[in-house]
């Protein structure tokens, strides 16, 4: 895990537990799923959503076993999406590291996500309130129909920006979203706090995904274990291209229509992209979701998780990989 | 779907509704979704397991809507399940029509099989009691760990008898046992009538599957969709073929040790399976499988709804697709 939660140590530690827990989960089954998880999760990244599982808890009285379940769960979901993302994008590396649809093929790539699935909702049904089942449940659909909106919109160059700010609610900022208001709900928060927190991750979770998306043009993206322009070449237009073809003279455009890209007519198009100001004006839109995070912040009670939470949606923003 | 349930018209009539309402749940999506559920529901087979579960809510005092609910979210997780087998198998034909993953390509059957896989656990968080809600999820995990012990079992000619049928547990027994298990506990059966109808759909989960291995050697097994010895070529070691290494000369180890066989190879190998009586070894299992199914069904109170069980059992024995 690269140190992003370096500063918080309680934190730290909780999402080791988290991890452990994960694995342990998995040790219970066959010697192939075991190897897969342990490799999943020592390429883990920042670990945001169980992060922000707990970090939204401590509004409430959490019973910390409780909670790491939670928070345990909900990363095993985000590792089943990653997981098939893989298969459905033919990455060949995540973070660096081999994706296991590369190293072990689709068979166990497909089996081993849909096993991530049943075990999170097995422990979610096991412990959550049934209002978060609930949630949590209706809230896979919605990100599955987002990812399959995403891929019916390949190679479009109509993809509109309020059609991009829809994909990336189902695709990142309602798990973001989720995150905050099950460690919330779990915990016992007042009604209001919950309302806050949902929101909070709704706005990071946007601002994290634009983030994201502009990290794909730069040449430094290679940091996050995915080459530059990646999302061009698999037709996948985001916000700084969407952004870009509002001031296009038509050659962005041309090359993104052809259908799929070579890597080198994704790095020209990146290119395009930047002179047409598209990473600019989606550095804008990110920030606006930050100064949204940041309001919301400033409802909650004051408390140290408010002002780690303040700390680390401004990281987030300024962040390079 | 073939006439299986013709001489039981409500049971057709329940099920068209469970088609309607997958139908309907996926309309609510994308357009791409909508058209992958259709074509998959245009081709459905039998629909055995959301029949078992209107057949099991007869025991108790069902609440319609909410039994046709339950019996749609069985089939929406059995869909999910086919069409991640046909990435896994790389199969191009199920029941005689293209398979999602031949069609469209496995970002969609990926995508198709994760929205089917969490509207499943929507629809039964809505609705099913807690203690549902769990097994439901229990049972899928376990299913998923079930798969991925027949993917390291490929081409494996030391395949034990046992492990087979603890594989096939997972993958189809506890489907069927959990599918008449909600039938009864959400309709309110005395908790006796829920465990036999728990062991019943073992049984009768147990004999399918067994039926269903012995078909893929039946030279009319293109009935159901694949060609004969499919499960060869895959290097899938099945019941028959089980039984029958232990009459082996060696030669048949031999042709299944080299990894993936031809077509030629695997006509080769299943004429030797039929020839060292591996065919009649399992029919003889899948005989004891039935007559426990039996057994069971004598000790359910005596209704239109437990003779139409006992026909159906020995049909599934007797069936040819």
Known sequence: MKPFWDGQPEISRDLACVREMIARCAA??????????????????KMLRPAFVLLASRFGAPDRD??????????????????????????????????????KGPRTAVLVGDWLFASCFSLIADIAR??????LSHMVARICAGEIGQSADRFTVHTSRRRYLRRITGKT????SLSFYVGAVESGCSEE??????????CVGMCFQIVDDILDFSPGASDIGKPA??????GVLTLPTILALRAD?????????????????????????????????????AE??????????????????????????????????
């Open 66 to 103: 409780r909670i790491l379940r939670i928070a345990a769960a909900v990363e095993m979901l985000h590792m089943a999406t990653l997981v098939h993302d893989d298969i459905i994008d033919g990455a060949h590396f995540r973070r660096g590291v081999a994706t296991l649809n590369a190293a």
């Open 173 to 176: 900022a309602a798990l973001f």
């Open 130 to 135: 049934t209002e978060n089942a609930r949630a």
């Open 193 to 202: 706090v919950q309302s806050i927190l949902r929101r909070l991750g709704f």
């Open 288 to 321: 606006t979701y930050t100064r949204r995070a940041q309001r919301e912040i400033q409802r909650l009670p004051p408390s140290e998780a408010r002002d780690v939470l303040a700390e680390v949606t401004t990281r987030l923003l300024n962040r390079t990989w």
């Open 249 to 285: 003279d038509g050659g962005l455009a041309k090359i993104i229509r052809k259908g799929p890209l070579s890597r080198r007519a994704a790095a020209r198009a990146a290119r395009m992209v930047g002179a047409r100001g598209g990473i600019d004006a989606a550095r804008l839109e």
């Open 229 to 234: 322009g990646s999302d061009l070449v698999q």
């Open 28 to 45: 219970a089954e066959d010697a192939d799923v075991h190897a897969a998880i342990s490799q999943l999760l020592s390429a883990s990244g």
